[in-house]
Structure formats: structure tokens, C-alpha cells
């Protein structure tokens, strides 16, 4: 009786294990079509079956290429690409496997039957994380197991640059459609190793019903959330989350503080100017904010944003990804330029990016469907869609809505982030010097010594 | 051993178990020994075949060991270990003899490939001499069904036919040639022209040849365009150096990384045997020992607790569910694990939001500063721990309870003794003979249980002043992992695999200072 | 504790003394599935909360909607039936070789003395507690190297996957299952043995129904705990069809800023419920198990 029980739950197990597959297959219907659909539609005007007809006496020699993966040496007309297992790509088509996250999957979806059927190539398209993404690229590529292409944010350039990954890109005349910054940011060591289709950065974003002329200094600022936290009209007027370095760094570049030191081909990982004097004014501000109460080492990201949906936050430092949820808390709300102080606060640009995998044997394929397909207005354009990102293929800015628009604006302002591998310190030990002076466990010049000493004791400068 | 074996009492007397020394159940050991001999060395060889040494090495070992205890009459009790050994050699024992490798290399961000792979990666990269024009291409395929191509130079022209390995035949020498409108070939002799939709295709089955000879060929570099691009780098096995036959430089190999003169080095690096380097960095670097002590403390405090209170409310649930009379057993144990079914990413996000003093349901009413207080921050990640871990317990114990013979306690009621009593004279002694190991396991398992320390608030309190980024709430595994992955040079893998080293020789330690413990329970047992 | 409770209430008749027994023992279990149910009780309202973010405040969300399990279960891109079946084909696979294996060791180690059986048992629990930063280095390349040659086990396939879960799990799992063993008398083999069984015929026959439970035990922990993990599955798979729920799920949060709690935890909510019908079922292995056995011995 007992080890039929158990014979019993395995078998259901095993049941539900099967139904579910077979609901599963059923339950994404995109990339069926293109197996079912594309080879029948594909075989008037496509390579494959194309060749036969017209080829037919010579059509047996060339077709020897399937398992040779370089085919570097024999030129042939045959596809050189087993299609990956379990993609839905037609038999013998040449296939891109693509890296990206949710959104951009999303917005490659709407080209991949179209490619396939202009071009016999075929996107096996994956969904990955996109912070797995950067682990996972470094250690799949060298190995051969890496995609073709992938996406990517400029700020990993260092690491992946340093361990070869990324191939080095040619927009040729498509280079004057992207906006510079953009570029600039996907340039590691004079070199352009990314196609780049989004700017991202922060901006000051106020509810206009508290706050109708935003403040333009930090000074200001400060004033205004005196009143209004006295008042009681607020319970905090600015919802800065304790810590976080990105959020923060329109501060400290307000201030007059910097990170990293810049040469002409870019950064200087030794010179950190984290206890710049710039920098300590940055913190010292905070510590002020905080011994007045006027911000609080307990508020979080989280916090922060839901105290500004709430509107008991007037305003704060955010980036697009935010908007959404404002709106739909119904507020009214205005995004503008960072306050300024010592000078115009300067917040990080981050750039996203499409990427072509140097080990890849298809890198040629795979930048030549980059620049002819990725860097065209429609994809751009559904790129901005599902992506809510000011493009950074300047024809398709076209679209942006008032958001983005506003968040472009102060895009200009901005710097991007540094893509040298020492930023990787900077996040924890700025993170942790700003958190102690939110926790007040630290004065400001002690934090600043601190982050700025961890920093150059990381990167070997001492 | 204590214990007779098949061979030693087979036949000696009749009785209710049939005696299968067979022919067949020969047959099927044999056969099955040796498929899975076979299996073993098959895959090692292969593995030799592709220069993978130390993973072959691992499958060779393991089929040896196999055939060894299958052959050998002294080793039958490890007949029995032998199938989950294999697994355990090859997916536990070889990541550890690859961590131990790795701790002696410099193996790291920019070095991470093998030495072959660097310089082939290095060798794949190309260069277009100056001068040389982007010709534009038409793809075309010869009757032998080999491929060409057609090139012009846009600036002046000039178009070529280009077949692999031959001189480049100027337009105005291609037999039959017809143009169309745009200039570009409608047709010619011994080649068709193929559409532009076949492009792509054309790219991807001709990647890296070169139409034309060696000096003038070139190599279709996008849907459009075709360059003379050459090979950068050619590597020198004497120099063990790669060169740069754009202009001549010598990158020599240091350590690992092709380096030229003036400091400029070629990516990727491939990893160097460093010795004990790795090892000496840990001792002599102050950033490392700066706050070592106190999170040393901090992480056997952690352990320890985790442990000890999941036991004790795991143990409390298991007895106390464990009464027959209890309506409804079944369902409100399942209501028990509910935790342990649930991701942990999400619950520990859960609790820290619970926990937020602003939002929070428990933070707004009760905040002593349970992400900012030292104290408070270790005791509001002990509590979250507790609640993720009791089930773990409550399923064990629950599962122990039901294998301690009831006869044990009847005799004990007889004699008089109390509920009390029998727990702690019978229950508990009989439930350390199956939960002691355990408990050492999940020891070692909070001692590195590094997902939670990171979701709850990434160590955090920050320790103010400290040579290197800790936090109060950092354990021994968080902390070196943001040294050896958080630092400003990347992921230093080698440096990783040595502290992970260190972490394991302490760990050991307590661990083997625990059998004594266990090892006198298990002659506790051996009196049942 | 409740048993020392009712020796208090020694002057009681039997009947009431079981029923008070009972009842504060159901007391104990209502207090802490309170406890037990409490953040999962946010879960559950994050997943009903449309605007996507954890739910923390209040219990129900303002305006409740099964919109995150809708599109989640009707995803174009994301197959998330698809992963619940890969979970729960590599959970069942593993957590059923995982038994077969342990216990097979696990009688070894505990009824026959070797040479090497201290040092190998030790070695074992040693193996464990090595803490591996680069096992998944390691085994990312072992198995693209294995997937040359054998294809269903290479980087990407569920069966790769089953044999790494596999390694884990034979170490503690075969001490947790040999010290059960060990609780198994031992007089009850001997007999068998005397009576000309073969340790096979022992091993089969007398010890495993007794230690069914154990079986039970070892089968849900190594099953909750391959249908949990993802730092693995995570590097080792990399297509969306062959994604394990808790692969899968992470996606929703593996943005830094803008997660979609809601869709996790509507994910959560129904990837739970196969290991909670699995444990209800399996309970029933639970009971009995030795003592019934014992008498019989």
C-alpha cells in the first residue's frame, strides 16, 4: 500500500511534468509560426531551397559544410550553422543567438520573422537577466557557448573589454545617426565596441502640486524643505535614499566633487577624487540635511518612491524607470535639471547597448545584422516602446513621448559612467561612506577618507 | 567486518531468502561494471583528445576506482558508495581540486581563458592596411557551386571578379559579362550572380575568406562592404610573444597578458601559475586583515545562532505535531514548511520590507534601527534566518521522531518515567544519532550562506573607517567575495579560490572537532 | 512543552487529559502557522497589486486584480508552464536518484565496517563544507566539455543539470539518511542474515521499509531544494525554454531598478504549490514507518 503511495505521487509528478510541457509548447505561439510558417513562405525567394533549382547539377559539393564550424578555409555556399537546439529556426538557416533582457526581446521579436524572411537568417532570441548577462557573457563567450550577440550597458566595458569579448564595431556612415555621448561611452581604449540604442540617466523630478517652481540650488532646496517639513505639509520633503552613489552623484558633481580623474583616452583609475573637497562639500550637505532631519538614513529606494506617490515626498532624484508608477499614483509632476551649487549638478549617463561577441564565428553576420537591421528607425523606435529609453539613434527621437523628451534634456548635462574596471570599488566603498554619514556614524571628512583610501588601496595606487 | 557477507553465509542454510549467486546475476554485474567502465574511460579519452588533461584525469581516476572495488573482494562495502561517489567525484571533487588549482594562478578578469584560446582569439583580430579602398560587393556563386564575389571601388570604379586563392580578374577580362543599370553584374560566364536577399547568407557561409590572392584579396566585412583586412597579431612561439604586423611591436607575454614595451596590452589574458602569491596577499595586505577579526567573531556568533534556534523551534513544531490525536495533521504541516517552498529571494525581500521603518507593518511600529544599528541590524537577520530555516528542521526531526522504535518507549513507561524524562533520556540522545551530522552541516552551511547576508542588507551597517568595505552584518564568505569580485581589477578568481581555501581549512576544523561528538553518539547507537 | 503540560493535570481522567493535550498542541501549531503564514500573506498581495512594486503597507492592495497571474501564465515570451514542467521533471529525477544512491551508501556506511570508513564518511561531510566560489566555473566547463559528446547532458539541458544537482546532493544527504540507519536496530538484520539473506536481500527486504520516513525525509529536502535552486540553473541554462521556475522567475527581478515583484510573486504563489501537494501526499509515508516494522523484527 505504502510503495504504491509513492508510486503514485512520482507518477503524478511525472504527469504534471508532461502536461505542463505540452501546455507550455502551446502557450507560446511566437516562435512556433516561425518553424512552421517561415520554411514554406521562405521557399520561393530563400537560399536554401532556391539553390536546388537553379543549381542542380552542382548542388551536392558545396553542401559539406554543416558540422565545420570555421569554414574559414573552404568557401561554400552551404549554411555553415547547425540551428541551436530546441531554437525554432528553420532547418539549415544560419542563426544569431541574441542575449537580451525582457524588453529588448520584446521589441527583437517584432523584426525576427521579418529577417527571416529577407534574409534566411534566423534570431534565436533568449531571454536573459541583464545584470546575468555581464556574469554570464565573460565566462560562456571564451568558450565557445556564448551568443552572437548580446546587450549590455557601457559601464561593463572595462571588464569586458579586458577579457576580449566584445568585438570591435563599425557603424561606418551610420556613425553621424547616434548621439555622441553615446558613442563616446561605448568607446573603451579608442575603440567602438558597442551599437548603442539607449541613454539613460536621473533627473529632478518635483510634485508640481507642492513644489511649482522647483528649487535650483541645493541651498534652495534645503530652505524649501525646512518650511514645508515644518509645516507639516511634507513628511520628507526630499526623498533621497540613503547610500547609493548613482542616485547621488548630481550631488556631489554639484559640489564640485568628481570620481575619476580624466586623461585623453579616458579615465585614471588613480586619481579618485572622492575625498576631493568638492566631495566632502557634497557630504557635509547631507550630514546638515540629516542633523536637521531633513533626511533620514531609514529611507530606502523603495521608500523614497513610495513617499513621492504618496506626496509625502515633494521631490526627488530619479530616472525614467519611475515615471510609471507616478503616474499611476496620479500624480502631477515636473522633470527638469538637477539643482546646481558650486556648478550644474552632472548626473551619470548610462548607455545600453547591443554587443558582438568576439569568439563568435559569426561576428561578421551578426555586425552586418546590427547595422542593417538594429540601427534603423522602426526597431529603434519599438527599442524606445517597450524600453520607455531616450534613443540613442538620433532618427528615432522622433517619437519620445514628453518623459523621455524631458529626460533627454538633461542628458545633456550629464557625463557618462565611467566604464573602467576600478568603478566596480567605487560602488561599495562610496556606497558605504555615504551610508555612514546618513547613519551618522561617520563625520563627512572621515567618510570621504575612508571611501577615497579604499578605493586607491583596491586599485593598487599606493 | 563485523558484518558477514553474501560470500560468507551464501548457502549455509535454507530458509525464506533465495540465494541468487547466479549465472545471470553475474552476467548483469559484469555487464553492467563494465558499461559503465566503458562510459567512464570513453569520456576520458575524448576529454585527453581535447587537451582537457585534468577533467580526462578525473574521469580515468573515477573508472579505475570502479573497477577496482568491483573487482577487488575486500572492497564490497564500497560497492554500495560506489554510484553516488561518481556523481560526488565528479561534481563536488573536481570543483574543489579546480578551486585548489586556481588559488596557485593569477586566474582573473582578463585571464580568463587557456593559453591556446588567448592567442587564437588574439589572432582573430584583423586590420585594413592604409589606403586600401571599402569596396562595395555582389555575391556570386561559380558552377562548381563555390562561392566569389564581385568588388568596385566606389571612388573610382575600378571592379573586380575575386575567387579565392586567384589574382583578382579586372572587369574589362571577365568573359560575358552583362551589367545592369547600377553598374553592379547581371550576369557573367562560369558564375551566376545571386540575389540580394542571399546577402546574408553569403556573409555567414564566407566568414574570414579571402576572395582574391594573398596580397590584394580581401573578405567581406559587413552585408555591403568588403576590406583587405589582414591578421593583426601573429603569434611567435620562440619570442612567446605576439606581433603586430601593422607595425612590428612585440607584445611579450607577462604574466599572463601579451604586453608591449610601452605598458599597451592585448586582450584576453590567459591565467599563470603564481604560487603561493595569492595566499602570501592574503596575510600581508592590511586591507584584508583590517576588519577580519570582528567578522570572524561575528560569522561563528551567526552560525551558531542560525543553527541552534532553528533546532530548538524545528524540534518544538516536530514534537508537538507529532501526537496522533491532532485533527487535521497533515494539513497544518504543510501550513508549517509553507516558508521552505516559497524562493527565498522573495520572503527575505518580504521581511525587509516588514522590516522598513518607514513602510514597513513592523518597522513603522518597532524600529530599534534594524538595517542601521549594529545590533539590531544582526538580531533582524538572525529573526529572518529563523523563520527561513525552522522548516528545513521541523521536516527532519519530524521525519527522525517516526524511526525511533515505540517499544523503547513503552519499556520506559513501565518503568515509570516521566514525558520529560523520556525526552531527555530517550528522544533526544536517539534524535542526535540521526541530527547530529546535520547539525554540523548547517553549520557550515550559515557559515557560508552568503544569499541571505546580501539580501538583507548587504552586510551592512558599513563599518565607518575600515581599510576595506565591510559592514557589521558581513560574514566571512560576503566580505572576501566583495574583495575578490568588488575590487577595482575585477573578479580575481585566483584570489577568490585562496580565501575560499582559508574559509575551508576553519571551517573543517570545527567540523572535525564536531566528530568527536558525533562519533560518540554513534556508539550511543550501536548499544540499541 | 505540552507534554510536560499535562502532567499537571494528573488529576484529570485519561480522555480529558488526551483532549487538553490536543488542544494546546493545536494551539502551539495556529500560533505558528500565524507565524509561519505572515510574510507569505504579502506575498500573496504583491501578487495581486497591479502597479508591480512589493507589497508592504497594507495586506490587500488597493485595487486587487489577477492581472500578474494572466500575464504570466499567457506570456508570450515568458513560458512559465514550461518551467514549472522542467522544475518538476528535474526536481522528481533528482530527488528520486538522490534517494536510490544515498541509501545505498548510507547502508554501507552503517551496517558494514571497512578500513576506510572513518576517513571516507568524514571525507564526505568535508566535501560539503568547502565553500566552492568557483564551483560554478568549474562546472560551467564541464559540462560544455561533457555536452561535446553526450549532447543531453551538456550546458543548457535539463540533463546536465539533473547530474550536477546529483553531486550536490549524495554528501549530506548520505550522513542525514546513514544516521537514520543507524537508529535501525541492529538485531533485526543479524536475524535476517542468520537466516541466509544476502545484504542485498537485508538491505531490500527488512531495513528500507523501515525507514521509509527517512526515504520521505530525503526525497522532499532533496526535492525542495533542486525545485529552489537558481544560483546554478541560472549560469548552466541559458535558454528560455529551458529555464526552471526559479531561473525563470528571477528575470522579473534581475533588473537593478523597476522590478516586477508582482509577476515574481504571482510566480511564487503557484511554483509553491506542487511542493506543498507534494508534501501533503507524501505524509503519508511519514507515519508508521519503524514501529509497525519493529514489531513484526
Known sequence: MYRRNWSIVIALLVVASMLLAACGGGAEPTPVPAATEAPAAAAPTEAPAAEAPTE?????????????????????????????????????????????????????????????????????????????????????????????????????????????????????????????????????????????????????????????????????????????????????????????????????????????????????????????????????????????????????WDTAHTLFDTGDAACMITGPWAIQRFQDAGINFSIGAVPGQAQPGSPFVGVQGFMVNAFSDDRVLAQSFLTDYIATQPVMEALYETGDRPPAYLPARGVMDETATAFAAVTESGHPMPNIVAMSAVWSSWGDAIVTVFQQSATPEQAAATAAQQVRAAAGCE | MAVPTAEGTGGRKASRFSQDGSVLGLLVKVLGLSAIVGLLTYTGWRLLGDGAYAFAAAFFITALFFTLVFVRKSTVPLRWIMPGLVFLILFQLYPIFFTVYTAFTNYSTGRNVEKPAAIAAIERLTYVPEGSPAWGWTPLQADDGSAAVWIIDPADGAAYLAVPDEDLVPAAEVNGLQLDANGAPASMDGFTVLPNNQRFLFVSANQGVTFGDEERGVQVT??????????????????????????????????????????????????????????????????????????????????????????????????????????????????????????????????????????????????????????????????????????????????????????????????????????????????????????????????????????????????????????????????TYRIAFGGARGNDYGLAAAISIIIFAIVATVTILNFRFTGQLEEVSENV | MSSATSKKSSGMTMATRRRLDTALRLLVALIFIAYALFPVVFVIGTSLNPSGSLQMAQIIPRNPTLDNYRSLLTSQTNPFLRWMANSLLVSTVTAILTVALCALAAYSFSRFRFKSRKRLLQGLLLSQVFPNILAIVAVFLMLQQIGRYFPMFGLNTLGGLILVYLGGAIGFNTWLMKGFFDTVPRDLDESAMLDGASPWQTFTTIILPLVRPVLAVIFMLSFIGTYSDYLMARVLLSSNQQYTVAVGLSLFIGQQFGQRWGEFAAGAVLAAIPTMILFYISQSQLQGGLTSGAVKG
Open chain 1, 56 to 300: 542542380a547539377p552542382a548542388a551536392e559539393e558545396p553542401t559539406v559544410a554543416p558540422t565545420e564550424p570555421p569554414a574559414a578555409e573552404e568557401p561554400t555556399m552551404a549554411p555553415t550553422e547547425a540551428p541551436a537546439a530546441g531554437a525554432a529556426c528553420p532547418a539549415g538557416s544560419p542563426t544569431l543567438t541574441i542575449w537580451a533582457d525582457k524588453e529588448r526581446n520584446a521589441a527583437l521579436l517584432t523584426i525576427q520573422d521579418q529577417v527571416l524572411a529577407e534574409t534566411g537568417v534566423c534570431l534565436d532570441l533568449q531571454e536573459v537577466g541583464f545584470g546575468d548577462i555581464r556574469s554570464n557573457v565573460s565566462l560562456a563567450a571564451p568558450a565557445g557557448e556564448g551568443p552572437d550577440i548580446f546587450v549590455g550597458a557601457n559601464d561593463w566595458l572595462g571588464e569586458l573589454a579586458a577579457n576580449g569579448v566584445p568585438a570591435e564595431m563599425d557603424l561606418g556612415a551610420k556613425a553621424a545617426d547616434f548621439d555622441p555621448v553615446s558613442l563616446q561611452a561605448f568607446t573603451f581604449d579608442g575603440k567602438l565596441l558597442g551599437l548603442p540604442y539607449a541613454v539613460e540617466n536621473v533627473a529632478f523630478v518635483c510634485n508640481s502640486d507642492l513644489v511649482p517652481t522647483p528649487p535650483t540650488t541645493y541651498d534652495e532646496l534645503k530652505t524649501m524643505a525646512q518650511e514645508m517639513q515644518d509645516a507639516g505639509t511634507v513628511q520628507q520633503f526630499f526623498g533621497l535614499m540613503a547610500g547609493d552613489p548613482y542616485h547621488q552623484e548630481p550631488i556631489n558633481t554639484a559640489f564640485g566633487g568628481y570620481i575619476f580623474g580624466q586623461t585623453e583616452t579616458g579615465y585614471d583609475a588613480c586619481d579618485v577624487g572622492l575625498d576631493s573637497q568638492g566631495a566632502i562639500d557634497y557630504l557635509t550637505w547631507i550630514d546638515g540635511m540629516v542633523k536637521d532631519g531633513l533626511l533620514s538614513a531609514d529611507v530606502t
Open chain 2, 222 to 479: 559587413s552585408s555591403t562592404e568588403a576590406r583587405q583586412t589582414r591578421q593583426r597579431y601573429v603569434y611567435d612561439p620562440e619570442l612567446d610573444a605576439m606581433i603586430d604586423q601593422r607595425d612590428g611591436t612585440i607584445f611579450v607575454s607577462q604574466m599572463g597578458i601579451f604586453t608591449a614595451e610601452d605598458g599597451s596590452t592585448l586582450a584576453p589574458g590567459y591565467p599563470v601559475w603564481v604560487g603561493v602569491e595569492n595566499f602570501t596577499s592574503i596575510i600581508t595586505n592590511p586591507a584584508i586583515r583590517g576588519p577580519f577579526f570582528t567578522i570572524f567573531i561575528w560569522t561563528f556568533i551567526w552560525a551558531f545562532f542560525s543553527v541552534l534556534e532553528t533546532f530548538i523551534l524545528g524540534l518544538l513544531l516536530a514534537l508537538n505535531m507529532n501526537s496522533p490525536n491532532i485533527p487535521f495533521q497533515r494539513i497544518l504541516r504543510v501550513l508549517l514548511i509553507v516558508p521552505y517552498a516559497i524562493p527565498a529571494f522573495i520572503t527575505v525581500k518580504v521581511w525587509v520590507g516588514l522590516l522598513n521603518p518607514v513602510l514597513g507593518v513592523i518597522g513603522s511600529a518597532w524600529n530599534p534601527g534594524w538595517f542601521t544599528d549594529p545590533f539590531w541590524a544582526k538580531i533582524g537577520i538572525l529573526m529572518v534566518n529563523l523563520w527561513l530555516g525552522y522548516p528545513y528542521m521541523f521536516l527532519i526531526i519530524t521525519g527522525a521522531l517516526q524511526s525511533i522504535p515505540g517499544d523503547i518507549y513503552e519499556a520506559a513507561r513501565v518503568d515509570g518515567a516521566g514525558p520529560f524524562y523520556q525526552f531527555r533520556r530517550l528522544t533526544l540522545p536517539l534524535l542526535m544519532v540521526s541530527i547530529g551530522p546535520l547539525l554540523i552541516g548547517s553549520f557550515a552551511f550559515n557559515f557560508n550562506n552568503f544569499a541571505i547576508i546580501d539580501l538583507y542588507n548587504s552586510g551592512g551597517p558599513p563599518i565607518p573607517g575600515s581599510a576595506t568595505p565591510a559592514g557589521y552584518t558581513d560574514i566571512l564568505i560576503s566580505y
